[in-house]
């Protein structure tokens, strides 16, 4: 419904399904009542802290998203969720299985600490109650996931997702000790219903009048644990933990942006990693005080989270695409779950100013979008070579740079490629032959 006096559309009815809980209970609070204060907020399918598998061999047949309340263990040789304190030793052959619940505890503490998602409904809903939020109902929405050998096969895709995405997220935390792709193989062939908890929730949302201290204070992140990729020394280049301070918030005109990819510049993050950048000093363990000139080289300070000289340790980057998470103050909250792109180093979360985001279309995914600055540069390689047809181009290097100039020539230009020539129609539609492009 639209606002009196012509302002903003506010919602009557806020309907979040499977997102809740992928913010910190505190945040989402705050940016809930800051979007539709005094709304319906229902909130379905939130994640509540727990994965597990039911055996196949039931005579009942089970919808993929059945409520069940039960939460029944697992039996015949399957361990059951309880015993998360177990990590008994499946044999099959030299590879060491895993246990399910090992492998779920493993894959909680990921989604937790690795990708920030927030499993206490509870945690959230107490949250709410403070920003004036009344609860009106709660109710069990646990997935059930039936097998590739159940319904006809009717939920094979998500049962197979669902496995890899809990093996992904788990992988790392249990190699070298465990082998995952024995416990996927193990998994396959008992084909099991994959289990998750999950809470609907329906609030009445306060009116939005400052009653409470935590209306005064700025949003905080939705991501407190992040990770960023530094250059500690020459070849040694590690991805660091971090922990935003605890009542850390978001600084007035900034939002948090989710990483979904970040462009790699090769050649330069090459020259960090070997130490053979000129100017590059540190205390490293293989700088020896003379690796260049005295001063460090300038890198670029208009980039946040870079530093104004390039000397370890090290952030580098500066083009990096994702979500907008959370708002701060004085940021319009329609930038929340929009697409963006922003100059700033390798880090799986970045603090950003607003006022230096740019949208990303919904035509292009963030793996097309990071190549954004890259683009712009061989774009204005080739509109001031000033180009003739039937002039025949050379383009030496085939790096980043070189191989968009190259492809920018060949496809927008029509210049052809590999030897072959390709026709050019004119404003006029006459068609002009150019000459082949050699990329070397």
């Not at 499977?18 to 009542?33: K, N």
């Not at 196949?56 to 059945?66: H, I, L």
């Not at 260049?292 to 208009?302: M, V």
């Not at 980039?303 to 103050?329: D, R």
Request: net charge negative; with cysteine.
């Amino acid at each position: 419904a639209a606002g009196g006096g012509g302002g903003e559309l506010s919602a009557d009815v806020l309907v979040a399904c499977a997102f809740a809980d992928l913010f910190e209970p505190a945040q989402l609070a705050e940016q809930l009542h800051r979007l539709a204060p005094g709304a319906l907020a229902y909130l379905p399918i939130t994640f509540d802290g727990d994965t597990w598998l039911e055996p196949s061999s039931d005579t009942g047949e089970k919808d993929t998203e059945e409520k069940d309340t039960q939460g029944v263990g697992l039996t015949s040789g399957w361990l059951s969720r309880s015993s998360s304190s177990e990590s008994a030793v499946v044999d099959s052959g030299r590879a060491r299985v895993p246990s399910d619940a090992l492998v779920f505890q493993a894959y909680h503490e990921h989604l937790q600490n690795a990708e920030g998602q927030f499993t206490d409904v509870q945690a959230l809903v107490s949250k709410l109650k403070l920003r004036g939020a009344v609860q009106l109902a709660q109710g069990s929405s646990n997935w059930r996931i039936a097998p590739p050998s159940k319904h006809n096969g009717a939920h094979a895709a998500v049962w197979r997702a669902m496995l890899r995405f809990v093996a992904r997220g788990t992988a790392a935390r249990l190699w070298p000790l465990w082998s995952l792709p024995a416990w996927q193989l193990r998994v396959r062939q008992a084909q099991p219903f994959i289990c998750t908890k999950n809470v609907d929730v329906l609030v009445k949302l306060g009116s939005g009048s400052k009653t409470a201290v935590e209306w005064d204070c700025a949003p905080l992140p939705s991501m407190p644990r992040f990770a960023a990729l530094v250059f500690h020394a020459p070849r040694r280049l590690l991805v660091d933990g971090r922990v935003r301070p605890e009542g850390w918030c978001l600084p007035f005109g900034h939002v948090e942006v989710r990483t979904e990819a970040s462009l790699v510049s090769s050649g330069t993050e090459l020259k960090f990693f070997r130490g053979d950048f000129t100017g590059l000093s540190g205390d490293g363990p293989e700088d020896d005080g003379d690796s260049g000139i005295d001063e460090a080289e300038p890198l670029d300070a208009s980039i946040a989270g870079m530093g104004s000289a390039a000397a370890y340790p090290l952030e580098y980057g500066y083009s990096l695409c994702g979500t907008v998470t959370a708002a701060g103050l004085g940021v319009p909250v329609s930038l929340l779950g929009q697409r963006v792109f922003a100059f700033h180093p390798h880090a799986s979360a970045a603090i950003v100013n607003a006022s230096e985001l740019h949208l990303v279309p919904s035509c292009l995914g963030a793996e097309e979008a990071v190549y954004l600055p890259a683009m712009e540069t061989a774009l204005s390689i080739a509109h001031d070579a000033c180009l003739r047809e039937g002039e025949r181009v050379l383009v030496l290097g085939q790096g980043l740079i070189g191989l968009l100039v190259t492809a920018v020539l060949a496809a927008g230009g029509g210049y052809a490629t590999s030897g072959q020539e390709r026709k050019q129609g004119g404003a006029g539609g006459g068609g002009g032959r150019l000459s082949t492009l050699h990329a070397i």
